[in-house]
């Protein structure tokens, strides 16, 4: 099966270490829940693996099936089948939905595939690309919008969640994709990310990372492991009561047992 693995990362943001020494192995068909207080380095993290750019590795590796792609640019990653749904997505004026999915996926889907070579044909892409909002209960006129530009909270978040829908990555992470969202949308969003995970392309399941502060998006998609980070290091894992505890209790538990990372 295919292999997500972090070994002792470091990582620095402008001279600053953000990451300690983080471990994390997530194989295909894993789901991983991922909470700790904020400013930890959760997103950091996520932002790592997919390869953001103003992230410095100081040490340590991540590796994909045994390669160390910690030089890896993000479009690369993102052709690899990492797929990330950011905290806090960014806004492209003037880009559809649509234009942009087409795009994302046709390279997801041909990673040979260079700039200006044929995408998707209009008609297969159309077709898929109403089956999913269909299926996430998505008005397609939302297709027609700039991405990101204008949305609110919540329709960031669903745009986030129906771009994996359409990518069907290898290994997805999932930044607060429930924040801004009502607690019906929460449901629909967690039930969409555990139809997603069994529909991924070759067969396998997806390898889930899940960075939430609550245990709502966890509903439908029960963590085989829960990591919880503080002070740029995973201190601690547990199966689902540990999320179920952390959502309940708080941190200050883990606070007083790893004062060394608090
Ligand atoms: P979390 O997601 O757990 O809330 P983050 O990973 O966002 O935590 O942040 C961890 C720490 O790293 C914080 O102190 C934050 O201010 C810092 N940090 C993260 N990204 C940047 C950045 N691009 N520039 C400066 N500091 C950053
Ligand atoms: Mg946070
Ligand atoms: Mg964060």
Same mark, same amino acid.
């Given at each position: 099966?295919?292999?997500?693995?972090?070994? &002792? %990362?470091?990582?620095?943001?402008? +001279?600053?270490?953000?990451?300690?020494?983080? &471990?994390?192995?997530?194989?295909? +068909?894993?789901?991983?829940?991922?909470?700790?207080? @904020?400013?930890?380095?959760?997103?950091? %993290?996520? @932002?790592?693996?997919?390869? #953001?750019?103003?992230?410095?590795?100081?040490?340590?590796?991540?590796?994909?099936?045994?390669?160390?792609?910690?030089?890896?640019?993000?479009?690369?990653?993102?052709?690899?089948?990492?797929?990330?749904?950011?905290?806090?997505?960014? *806004?492209?004026?003037?880009?559809?939905?649509?234009?942009?999915?087409?795009?994302?996926?046709? @390279?997801?889907?041909?990673?040979?595939?260079?700039?200006?070579?044929?995408?998707?044909?209009?008609?297969?892409?159309?077709?898929?690309?109403?089956?999913?909002?269909?299926?996430?209960?998505?008005?397609?006129?939302?297709?027609?919008?700039?991405? @990101?530009?204008?949305?609110?909270?919540?329709?960031?978040?669903?745009?986030?969640? %129906?771009?994996?829908?359409?990518?069907?990555?290898?290994? *997805?992470?999932?930044?607060?994709?429930?924040?801004?969202?009502?607690?019906?949308?929460?449901?629909?969003?967690?039930?969409?990310? *555990?139809?997603? +995970?069994?529909?991924?392309?070759?067969?396998?399941?997806?390898?889930?990372?899940?960075?939430?502060? #609550?245990?709502?998006?966890?509903?439908?998609?029960?963590?085989?492991?829960? #990591?919880?980070?503080?002070?740029?290091?995973?201190?601690?894992?547990?199966?689902?009561?540990?999320?179920?505890? %952390?959502?309940?209790?708080?941190?200050?538990?883990?606070?007083?047992?790893?004062?060394?990372?608090?």
């Amino acid at each position: 099966t295919e292999t997500l693995k972090i070994t &002792n %990362l470091h990582v620095a943001v402008e +001279g600053k270490p953000i990451l300690r020494g983080v &471990n994390l192995t997530i194989n295909r +068909g894993e789901t991983h829940a991922l909470m700790g207080p @904020n400013g930890s380095g959760k997103s950091t %993290l996520g @932002n790592v693996i997919m390869g #953001h750019p103003n992230y410095e590795v100081t040490d340590g590796t991540i590796e994909l099936n045994g390669e160390d792609i910690s030089e890896w640019d993000a479009t690369e990653r993102a052709r690899a089948g990492i797929f990330m749904a950011f905290q806090r997505p960014m *806004a492209i004026p003037g880009v559809k939905m649509a234009d942009f999915l087409r795009h994302a996926t046709t @390279n997801v889907r041909n990673p040979a595939r260079k700039e200006g070579e044929e995408l998707i044909p209009m008609r297969q892409f159309r077709k898929e690309l109403t089956e999913k909002m269909e299926q996430l209960r998505m008005d397609t006129e939302f297709a027609r919008r700039y991405v @990101n530009d204008g949305f609110s909270g919540g329709e960031m978040k669903r745009a986030e969640i %129906l771009q994996m829908a359409m990518l069907r990555p290898k290994f *997805a992470i999932l930044d607060e994709t429930d924040s801004g969202l009502d607690v019906d949308a929460v449901k629909l969003a967690s039930q969409s990310i *555990a139809q997603i +995970g069994k529909e991924t392309a070759g067969g396998d399941q997806m390898g889930i990372l899940i960075i939430t502060h #609550h245990d709502k998006l966890l509903d439908q998609n029960t963590p085989d492991f829960t #990591h919880v980070m503080l002070g740029g290091k995973i201190v601690e894992t547990g199966g689902v009561e540990l999320a179920h505890e %952390l959502y309940t209790d708080g941190y200050d538990r883990i606070r007083a047992s790893y004062p060394e990372a608090a």
